[in-house]
């Protein structure tokens, strides 16, 4: 069965007042693990750039990440309020449990993308257009699921658009290098998200929300296996045309190792299993990033 409440990071919801607790759960602040898998591909794009690396950007584009990602997740559970409450490890969250009511999250919602757009607007107009961009991506990603059987493709689509524009906020333009970082992150998406949407497969089949989890099937692993193959030849081909020392290829391939090891570990058919593979991606993107900086000088 299903576990009702899977583990996630550090709850520090708790250190808000009460009242706030429903919002910050809507942002999924309790679970950061998705403020930091949206957020590392952009931090890639940053220290990838030519030049010295920018701390300042970093910060910017972590601070937005924690914002984007709230505001997604407030836009998919406004959307999902009907199916979340006939899943088990969805029914409690704010709006599916009653906790909050649409037009509270909606004004939630507001907020956080007004913050999120002064920090788009303080970077360089490719950056912006980019930025602005990724909001369509955003505000229909939740609609995927209902419409084809792979929405894990357009979170991938959606999460590592930052990898173009953290290079472009840092460069000012754009080259092979980090397009053939948002290749890596889309493959790297593929991995991570759907064994991830393995959780909630029993459910999800009877509520007839659709993922590549059911689409995959017993073939998982062996997609997912391709899929990282791919993610690794793309970054193999980020390093080459962005000057990357021996350093890099070194630790860009162990990178691949984990996700191939993780994958030959996971049971598809234990909610925890997953859980465990999704959360140790961010170990996975973390050595990514290093082998980046660490590129740049050795």
Known sequence: KALN???????????????YWPYLHLSRLDKPIGAWLLFLPGAWGICMA????SVHLLGLFGIGAILMRGAGCTINDMYDIDLDKQVIRTRDRPLASGQLTKQQALQWLAVQLGVSSLILFSLNNQ???????????????PLMKRVTDYPQLYLGLTFNLGALMGYSAAAGDLGLSPFCLYAAGICWTMVYDTIYAHQDKVDDKRVGVRSTALRFGDRT????????TAMGLALFMAGISG???P???IASFLSSSMIMRGLSLVDLNNPQSCWEFFIMN???GIVI??????????
């Open 5 to 19: 409440k899977l583990p996630g990071g550090p709850d520090i919801v708790r250190k808000f007042p009460r009242k």
């Open 50 to 53: 030519p030049g010295l690396l």
């Open 247 to 249: 350093t890099y290829f």
């Open 243 to 245: 000057g990357m020392g």
């Open 221 to 228: 692993v062996q997609i997912c296996t391709n899929f990282a």
């Open 282 to 284: 961010r170990n996975i």
């Open 127 to 141: 950056t912006i257009v980019l930025g602005l961009a990724s909001l369509l991506l955003v505000g229909t990603y």
């Open 289 to 298: 990033l290093l082998s980046i900086i660490l590129g740049k000088v050795f």
